[in-house]
């Protein structure tokens, strides 16, 4: 890519204006020179344990959906299927690639992957990030709860399916129809954290080794809304630029259909686009360099009220000093509310409409204790982030140290703020959410 395009999908992806689609031709072993894709490989591993000849493997193309056809008509068992699969990524999850990591260095906040594998998950928890993981089951099973993700806290989405859960894998030719009939229907529904960002006009998607000369996927990307008025880039590999059918799929992605198909090495260009996006952080903390770690929130810095049992006092002072010094304003009980009466009476005046965040400092004590005021002001937040939008983050549950977690606040991603990284992230995720709603503020208004 030129430099003047490189840094502009660099600004795109700063502003969360930017999703990473992964497709399964980039998931390979590390250190593999072939860099063959492990759905290939395990397309081989399931004709090579039905005994299958060169001639026969040659004949199949290698491809899984045949391979999984040819197993099930052998075998006719969907569970030996499924779970030779899930013990093959299951094998394959304890490693990731430099191609991974370099683009989990940069502040993605949602990956969509169309690969059952760790390796994306993985490599953002290899540069010290605090990654979500969902997957979409088409047979309708059950799936964890989502937090809103964020730059310190991205999510990985496995649309079609994930190892961890057998039902949700997407291997034959039926599992591809009802997948289809499933996402048209909606029936499962895509979570409304994924469906909210893709809506936004102004996202767009940087596809990589997705294999769009697929025919479903064109189906797919007309329901998931992918088909974007902000131009989408897709690399592929040699094996797409050298299809005969290359021109028809080029064609048919242009026009309202923006996407541009660029031959290009994975590897190469995830490496030129994080030092593009470091060189911008770099020259960011050289003009800010002048600025003191104990200066002051800016006056349009949002506020955050800090809900904790009363005898950790002491480590709540600490944060406080260490939020403000990051930007972060901490809404203060200068009449000293919290030990009298007044405060029940005065508690949900200052949360519904004095602050902007609530974070919920989490400890042994707070778990220990069967009563406390912190009660009620959890549930008065609850309340209040059930009258936002799905995208906007008002309740910000952490722990400070080990510690269990509320049963109220266990469908919350959290975050451990006893340590400096944590509450970096912490800062992190306020000032970005701030900044969303900042940017949404002015659209309304402009």
Not at 4 to 27: F, I, Q, T, W
Not at 83 to 98: I, L, M, N, P, R
Not at 353 to 370: A, F, K, L, W
Request: proline share 5%.
């Amino acid at each position: 890519m030129e430099s003047r395009e490189l840094r502009s999908l660099v600004d795109r992806v700063k502003e969360g204006k930017c999703v990473l689609v992964l497709g399964p031709r980039v998931a390979v072993r590390a250190g593999d020179p072939e860099r063959r894709p492990l759905d290939e490989l395990l397309a081989l591993a399931l004709l090579n344990d039905l005994g299958a000849s060169e001639a026969e493997i040659a004949a199949s193309a290698v491809t899984l959906r045949r391979a999984a056809d040819e197993y099930m008509r052998r075998q006719g068992d969907p569970y030996m299927l499924t779970g030779f699969a899930c013990d093959f990524y299951e094998a394959e999850a304890q490693s990731t690639t430099d191609f991974h990591t370099d683009l989990a260095a940069l502040p993605f906040q949602l990956c969509i992957s169309a690969s059952p594998d760790d390796l994306m998950f993985r490599a953002y928890k290899s540069v010290e990030k605090t990654p979500q993981q969902g997957h979409y089951n088409f047979s309708g099973g059950r799936t964890p709860p989502l937090s809103q993700p964020s730059e310190q806290s991205p999510l990985v989405y496995h649309l079609f399916g994930h190892y961890s859960d057998r039902t949700s894998l997407v291997l034959t030719e039926v599992d591809l129809i009802r997948f289809l009939v499933a996402i048209i229907k909606g029936a499962p529904p895509v979570p409304d954290q994924i469906r909210g960002i893709l809506n936004d006009p102004e996202v767009s998607c940087l596809f990589i080794g997705f294999g769009f000369h697929q025919w479903y996927l064109r189906v797919l990307l007309e329901v998931m809304n992918l088909y974007k008025s902000s131009r989408g880039i897709a690399f592929e590999d040699n094996v797409f630029f050298e299809r005969p059918d290359r021109a028809e799929v080029v064609g048919f992605f242009s026009g309202t259909r923006r996407i541009d198909f660029r031959p290009l090495q994975w590897e190469a260009f995830a490496k030129e686009l994080r030092a593009a996006y470091e060189a911008t952080v770099e020259k960011k903390a050289v003009a800010g360099a002048a600025q003191t770690a104990g200066s002051s929130p800016a006056p349009d810095a949002p506020i955050a009220f800090v809900s904790y049992a009363s005898q950790d006092r002491d480590k709540i002072e600490a944060l406080a000093e260490q939020l403000e010094a990051r930007g972060v304003n901490i809404w203060q009980d200068k009449q000293d509310l919290r030990a009298g009466q007044k405060w029940a009476r005065a508690l949900e005046n200052v949360i519904q409409s004095q602050v902007h965040y609530v974070i919920v400092v989490q400890t042994p004590t707070m778990i220990g204790r069967d009563e406390g005021i912190f009660y009620k002001e959890i549930d008065i937040a609850r309340s209040r982030q059930s009258e936002m939008r799905d995208d906007i983050t008002f309740l910000i549950p952490v722990t400070h140290g080990t510690s269990e977690i509320l049963s109220s606040l266990k469908e919350y991603h959290v975050i451990d703020v006893g340590e400096e990284k944590g509450v970096e992230q912490l800062a992190r995720a306020i000032l970005e959410d701030w900044k969303k709603r900042a940017a949404r503020r002015q659209a309304v208004t402009a």
